[in-house]
């Protein structure tokens, strides 16, 4: 009795599985940061109109790190990332047999910001996120006077976005210096509107996340300056604006984002037709939804590396890196 | 004599307080609902129009529609009730007519008991291991709708075997009395005395399937999707397709959740009428299967 049930489930499954693959038609599938989403679903919304409907593009939204966990195991075509990959996952696409096409997409600035009516935050160091954000603050730094004596002594809220997103990654690489190396007591949600309503509500607050949602509800935060301490960065405190994210001012909240091509992937006409249209329109609707477009010449030099199908991070696989501006970046996309 | 009017005067008293506060009871619910109704009305109707209804998502707020995720919503919920309601069924038929009281069956009971209680987003990891990974599914349609049935197969088994259980043993001994074997005593006696009570269940938990977002986020429906899946019916040869279950899908609450989480305030109004739909459907649900369950109720004459 038990050896037919399981026979009979048995072969239900297999005929779904080949079910599932002969049905398999034109789709490429996209996973990965929520950063770069937007981008990506303003490219698939783009090309599907130019195709007329005959490819179909799926966008997921699983953070940067669960993004590289499908695209390593096969499962996506091609796979958002707001951080270059990082060695364990560059060890599981090589399990797998996964090769990828690195290609920028856009710069990001990191937007650190208050309450509207905090008067006496008019700008913060690199060295003050640090002795407010490091894993040494938990419990200990609470209070706004103990960062800057001229601040009140009143208790300090920390809103960030949540452990798992790349944001958070190169957040706490960039002021802390490791990456994940964080203080565990304060808000996290992996959605942002949580965090504007956050910091937009509670008068101790001080947060960051994505200039481009800055963008969207300038009217109810305070944007603070940023200062690095290096002069060669632009002297004193710097606002994350277009020019100075642009010109590399912005540092080291500014950093360069991603797509990951599978090489498997590429074979397929869809997909590189995807992935030309993606670098040919893609400085446009960068700026529309609120981003960073790179020079010309980073999508030319991206398209050229696709097409000669040339594979590898020119970051070396170690994830995060701090302080990559336009022009290294283009310096090293053109070896 | 005096005494006991005053008692009976302080039990009347009792009883008008209990009446009112049970009004009072039921009015904050209704209210609640209502000023939930209101807001999102008022949020979202200006947004509900055939435009929107009969579009793919879109990054502009005004061009955006929910035609992906409706059509996603009732494919999957569709293709949920097919499975679950025969599984279900049978499984609670077995339990309660044919299963003896064993050890193995007590530890069944138990199980299913407790899985009820289980939260749906660990339904939601199975699903992403068993159907999504092991069966190679992968995020389509088919995939969703099996993790969901395992989110309300518990329920719809539970409510099943109350419903058997309702229905009084001498119709059973009545029917053997005539000839009939076990058999044909559930499927015509039992089963079909049982009916409406089954449609109770299983409308319930296809209205707490409608609204899960959790279980089909974590097999990674959480996607940006601009066609439907391909119809089961077709004018060419040979009618019917299966090519859907395999394609790719999102759903309403999910949908709503993704314009939920944007900055532009268009996309608020979104989903309000996303939410608005959503109710719609669930409504619609409901009264159909309540219209199915009186039908059942008036073939029951005993």
């Known amino acids: 009795m038990i050896k037919k049930i399981s026979a009979l489930v048995l072969a239900v499954f297999s005929a779904l599985v080949i079910a599932r693959a002969v049905y398999a038609g034109e789709i490429i599938r996209i996973d990965g940061s929520s950063t770069v989403y937007p981008i990506t679903e303003a490219v698939a919304e783009e090309f599907q109109k130019a195709e007329k409907g005959k490819v179909n593009v799926t966008v997921g939204i699983s953070g940067t790190g669960g993004g590289f966990k499908k695209f390593c195991a096969g499962e996506t075509d091609i796979t958002d990332a707001s951080r270059p990959i990082k060695a364990s996952e560059v060890e599981a696409c090589k399990k797998n047999g996964i090769e990828y096409i690195e290609l920028p997409v856009a710069y990001d600035g990191l937007a650190v910001m208050v309450h509207k009516k905090n008067n006496l935050v008019n700008h913060i160091t690199v060295k003050e996120l640090k002795t407010i954000w490091e894993p040494a603050a938990q419990g200990k730094i609470m209070k706004w006077s103990q960062i800057r004596p001229e601040w009140p002594e009143k208790e300090i809220h920390l809103y960030g976005p949540g452990v798992d997103s790349g944001t958070f990654d190169y957040f706490t690489e960039a002021v802390v210096g490791k990456a994940q190396s964080s203080r565990g007591d304060f808000t996290a949600s992996e959605d942002d509107n949580v965090l504007v309503q956050g910091i937009a509500t509670d008068p101790g607050s001080l947060g960051f996340f994505g200039v481009a949602y800055y963008e969207h509800n300038k009217d109810k935060l305070k944007l603070v300056p940023v200062d690095d301490g290096k002069d060669e960065n632009g002297k004193g405190p710097v606002l994350p604006t277009y020019d100075n994210i642009l010109k590399g001012l912005y540092q080291p909240l500014s950093r360069p984002i991603f797509i990951y091509v599978s090489k498997k992937s590429a074979i397929k006409p869809e997909v590189q037709r995807f992935t030309k249209f993606y670098m040919k329109n893609g400085a446009n609707l960068v700026k529309e939804v609120g981003y960073i477009a790179l020079p010309e010449k980073a999508y030319e030099l991206g398209l050229k590396r696709f097409e000669k199908g040339m594979t590898g991070s020119v970051f070396g696989g170690h994830g995060v890196q701090v302080g990559v501006k336009i022009e290294d970046l283009l310096k090293k996309e053109g070896q | 004599m005096n005494k006991t009017a005053r008692i009976n005067r302080i039990n009347r008293l009792y009883d008008r307080l209990f009446a009112a506060a049970g009004l009072l009871a039921t009015l904050v619910g209704l209210a609640v609902l209502l000023v939930l109704l209101m807001d999102v009305l008022f949020d979202g109707a200006s947004r509900l129009n055939y435009q929107f209804l009969t579009s793919y998502p879109s990054r502009k707020p005004e061009e955006a529609g929910i035609l992906s995720a409706w059509v996603g919503t009732v494919w999957v919920m569709a293709l949920t009730g097919l499975i679950a309601f025969p599984l279900g069924v049978a499984a609670a038929?077995?339990?309660?007519?044919?299963?003896?009281?064993?050890?193995?069956?007590?530890?069944?009971?138990?199980?299913?008991?407790?899985?009820?209680?289980?939260?749906?987003?660990?339904?939601?990891?199975?699903?992403?291991?068993?159907?999504?990974?092991?069966?190679?599914?992968?995020?389509?349609?088919?995939?969703?709708?099996?993790?969901?049935?395992?989110?309300?197969?518990?329920?719809?088994?539970?409510?099943?075997?109350?419903?058997?259980?309702?229905?009084?043993?001498?119709?059973?001994?009545?029917?053997?009395?005539?000839?009939?074997?076990?058999?044909?005593t559930v499927r015509e006696q039992v089963i079909p005395a049982a009916m409406p009570g089954i449609m109770s269940g299983v409308i319930l938990a296809m209205s707490r399937a409608i609204g899960e977002s959790a279980p089909l986020i974590t097999i990674g429906a959480l996607t940006y999707i601009a066609f439907l899946p391909t119809s089961p019916i077709s004018t060419e040869f040979p009618f019917i397709s299966l090519k859907g279950l395999f394609e790719d899908f999102t759903v309403l609450p999910i949908q709503i959740f993704n314009w939920v989480s944007r900055p532009q305030k268009g996309f608020s109004e979104n989903s309000a009428a996303g939410i608005i739909v959503l109710l719609a459907i669930a409504l619609f649900m409901n009264g159909l299967a309540i219209f199915l369950r009186r039908r059942f109720a008036k073939r029951v004459r005993w």
């Not at chain 2, 349609?141 to 409510?159: F, W």
């Not at chain 2, 043993?169 to 044909?184: C, F, M, N, P, T």
């Open chain 2, 93 to 184: 038929t077995y339990l309660e007519e044919y299963g003896r009281k064993s050890r193995l069956n007590e530890f069944i009971e138990i199980n299913i008991a407790n899985l009820a209680g289980v939260p749906s987003i660990i339904y939601g990891l199975l699903g992403l291991e068993l159907f999504v990974r092991l069966l190679g599914l992968q995020r389509s349609v088919l995939a969703g709708a099996l993790t969901l049935t395992l989110v309300v197969l518990p329920v719809v088994i539970i409510s099943t075997r109350e419903a058997l259980r309702a229905v009084p043993q001498s119709i059973r001994e009545a029917s053997y009395a005539l000839g009939a074997d076990k058999w044909q």
